[in-house]
């Protein structure tokens, strides 16, 4: 318009969430001339201080502006914004935008300016969905489920493509199902193939009485080797954040009162 900047924000996108969605906001970025006040998922509610242009999903558009991330940035912004796109960063797609607008026009050299707000905000995210996958490598626990290894988490950000190889690697024979129930994703795994797929609820099955039993034995152990003198709460949860704690069995207290027995034996 006529008077005002072309990249005043005066527009909130709306796309369908995915990362090809978000790569067609870039894409519109560019081809109105605009930056967005905010880019919203599908669900978000209703705003009253910008209009919203829906943004919908073009897989040629997707494409070009994936093919140009590599080459006119670099193949290592084009992994920190794959990566930042499954981090929990308040506001990401508009910082996300943002970073690549710069780096379209500085080149490879704009990842180096550590001073950078953008730079800096999506390292930061990147670092934290890579410990906490890390995290998770270690502190699922599964229940067996007639064949099935089953468990639920609520991780922070979307850890499940993380999860998939170390998984499928250390269990190659199981089949496997891990629940993100902040994320309403579930991965899949059957020997040899693995799958990310929708999933809005899922709720296990109670446990069978081997199960129940192998919970108490692992709980009973847990306790054991704890050397109680040098008991330390505050390094626990630090080492183990207390967030985690209602997906571990060795926190769980609905084991029956029958195999409280197995503590003492233990």
Not at 48 to 72: M, Q
Not at 98 to 119: I, K, T
Not at 142 to 156: A, E, N, R, Y
Not at 233 to 253: G, I, Q
Request: aromatic letters at 12%; proline letters at 7%; charged letters at 30%.
């Amino acid at each position: 318009m006529p008077g005002r900047s072309p990249l005043t924000p005066t527009i909130t996108y709306r796309y369908d969430g995915s990362f090809e969605g978000f790569l067609c906001c870039v894409f519109e970025s560019y081809d109105a001339h605009e930056l967005p006040a905010a880019i919203v998922g599908p669900d978000a509610p209703e705003l009253s201080l910008f209009g919203v242009k829906e943004i919908p999903t073009d897989a040629e558009r997707a494409a070009r502006v994936a093919r140009s991330i590599p080459s006119r940035i670099s193949m290592e912004a084009d992994a920190l914004i794959r990566h930042a796109f499954l981090t929990c960063l308040p506001e990401k797609e508009l910082v996300m935008l943002r970073f690549l607008r710069q780096g379209y026009r500085y080149g490879a050299r704009f990842l180096s300016f550590a001073g950078n707000e953008e730079v800096w905000r999506l390292t930061e995210a990147v670092k934290h969905l890579l410990h906490e996958a890390h995290l998770l490598k270690g502190f699922i626990r599964f229940s067996d489920q007639k064949g099935v290894l089953v468990t639920t988490i609520g991780p922070k950000n979307f850890v499940l493509p993380f999860l998939a190889r170390h998984f499928a690697e250390r269990f190659p024979e199981e089949h496997l199902l891990i629940y993100d129930e902040k994320h309403h994703a579930a991965l899949v795994y059957r020997p040899y193939e693995s799958a990310i797929i929708p999933m809005d609820d899922f709720r296990a099955a109670p446990p069978d009485e081997e199960e129940r039993k192998f919970r108490a034995l692992w709980r009973a152990f847990y306790d054991a080797v704890e050397i109680r003198p040098r008991h330390n709460e505050k390094c626990r949860m630090t080492l183990l954040p207390k967030r985690y704690w209602r997906y571990m069995t060795e926190f769980s207290k609905d084991e029956p009162s029958e195999l409280l027995k197995l503590r003492t034996i233990a």
